[in-house]
């Protein structure tokens, strides 16, 4: 089967729709549950510029169902990357807040107990709580920390992956 080298500029330019809608809402106002509001416009784009493309394109370059399906696999694969790495970047993560602070210690390294402390102190812990607090995942009274219905369904989810591939839970 041949690369269709049309449809793959036809599928890059609704994803880069994809992204800069969602650049242009972050600039009108920043969303409080950012990774549901970018699953809705990179669900809404294909829905706004496909009927576009018919009226601009009326023979377009694909013909057939699998093309189609080939679109649709591609289209989600790439936004959910996007979602990810956007999640990634919108706060640091504790993996990477452990790495930087041994890194910064040099060659001579750092004891156990310095980076954990500080790697708990750290912003991007608060930072996520306090997004995982927005996004009603987690709800926090009197000190204490529990998963709210939503969180309870990604704890769930994560439990099921890691039964799945037979790995321990947490990481």
Not at 67 to 88: E, M
Not at 99 to 106: D, H, L, P, Q, R
Not at 136 to 160: I, N
């Amino acid at each position: 089967m041949e690369a269709n080298p049309v449809l793959f500029r036809d599928l890059t330019y609704i994803f880069l729709a994809a992204v800069l809608g969602g650049l242009l809402a972050w600039r009108l106002r920043l969303p409080r549950r950012s990774i549901r509001a970018l699953l809705c416009i990179f669900a809404a784009t294909p829905l706004v510029v496909v009927p576009i493309y018919f009226a601009v394109e009326p023979s377009p370059a694909f013909t057939d169902a699998s093309d189609v399906f080939r679109i649709l696999l591609f289209y989600g694969s790439c936004s959910l990357v996007y979602i990810v790495l956007y999640s990634a970047i919108e706060s640091k993560s504790p993996s990477l807040a452990i790495v930087s602070y041994v890194a910064s210690c040099g060659s001579a390294g750092c004891a156990e107990a310095d980076f954990a402390d500080r790697v708990v102190d750290d912003e991007g812990i608060s930072t996520r709580i306090a997004a995982m607090k927005t996004s009603q995942m987690v709800v926090v009274s009197d000190g204490q920390c529990t998963l709210a219905p939503a969180g309870r369904r990604w704890a769930k989810l994560f439990e099921f992956a890691s039964f799945i591939f037979r790995l321990p839970l947490g990481g």
